[in-house]
């Protein structure tokens, strides 16, 4: 399936506890799409505003059954966009 490459406009981080007491950091990308801007949660660590994000259409399974979603595929730095 293709992919969709958008650019990282804005970048929110958040650090919480899981019940199990391992720490996580839950990112919120702000991407630009068509001059729009749309966000969407992650995991990723090292991101930076002006790096882009490679996304596509996947399945997530929920309590309710399969849902489409919009999954990462990756984080593309900046200085490889630009060669």
């Known amino acids: ?3 969709l490459t958008l650019k ?3 970048i929110n981080v958040y650090n919480g506890m899981a019940r199990s007491g391992k720490p996580y ?9 068509d001059g729009n801007k749309v966000r969407l949660k992650c995991f990723e660590k090292d991101v930076n505003v002006g790096d ?3 996304v596509s259409v996947g399945i997530k399974k929920t309590v309710y059954g399969a849902e489409l979603a919009v999954v990462l595929d990756k984080i593309i730095p900046a200085a490889e966009m630009e060669k």
């Open 8 to 10: 990282i406009i804005g």
């Open 52 to 54: 882009y994000a490679q």
């Open 25 to 33: 950091t839950l990112t919120t990308l702000e991407l630009d799409y």
């Open 1 to 3: 399936m293709n992919g």
